[in-house]
């Protein structure tokens, strides 16, 4: 999938192409393999967040002998760069998105809808956070879950919202569930 406009925008904020990740890979003693570079020309083309299963799919449409053990690899070298975030939208598999794209997430419990989230929201959270507990959070590693507008709007199913069932009907108080 090609990027909007204003997604490659704001991917040139951080790494404005390829070639300039490979650049970095080699400057701290890493390889410019072609199953490297073929891998992040997925991500920058990519607009979504894409879960190892479908980076490996399209890694393998220009390139069928990678592994999926060469992808887990890569992403791993390149988040410790910091040129790719993974984040947990929910309860299917970890998906993967280039750094300079990272931003928080909604999820809907009940439909499973996703929103994406600006910093903005989470500034006055941050600034708590580290006040009162001197903790610096990444809101971009886990979606919020919650109810959408619409969800919210049907009735309650009574099942769903059992607060006798582990996980639920408690609220968490910094460490201890209330």
């Keep these: 999938m090609?990027?909007?406009a204003a997604v490659?925008?704001?991917?040139?904020?951080?790494?404005?192409s390829v070639d300039e990740v490979l650049a970095l890979v080699r400057s701290r003693g890493g390889r410019a393999t072609s199953s490297r570079r073929i891998l992040l020309e997925v991500?920058?083309?990519?607009?979504d967040h894409l879960s190892v299963e479908e980076l490996t799919a399209a890694v393998q449409d220009r390139a069928p002998d990678v592994h999926v053990s060469t992808i887990y690899r890569n992403l791993e070298d390149l988040q410790r760069l910091?040129?790719?975030?993974?984040?947990?939208?929910?309860?299917?598999?970890?998906?993967?998105?280039?750094?300079?794209?990272?931003?928080?997430?909604?999820v809907c419990e009940r439909c499973g809808r996703r929103f994406e989230a600006s910093d903005d929201l989470f500034r006055g959270l941050a600034r708590a956070a580290k006040a009162r507990l001197g903790f610096a959070?990444?809101?971009?590693?886990f979606a919020i879950q919650g109810r959408c507008a619409d969800c919210q709007a049907e009735p309650d199913d009574a099942a769903a919202l059992d607060p006798s069932e582990p996980g639920r009907g408690s609220t968490w108080t910094g460490g201890r569930e209330a």
């Design 82 to 106: 910091g040129v790719v975030v993974h984040s947990h939208l929910g309860h299917g598999p970890a998906t993967y998105q280039l750094a300079s794209l990272a931003h928080a997430h909604f």
């Design 2 to 4: 090609r990027k909007p």
């Design 137 to 141: 959070i990444n809101p971009h590693h």
């Design 8 to 16: 490659a925008e704001k991917a040139a904020a951080g790494f404005g």
């Design 43 to 47: 991500l920058f083309d990519s607009s």
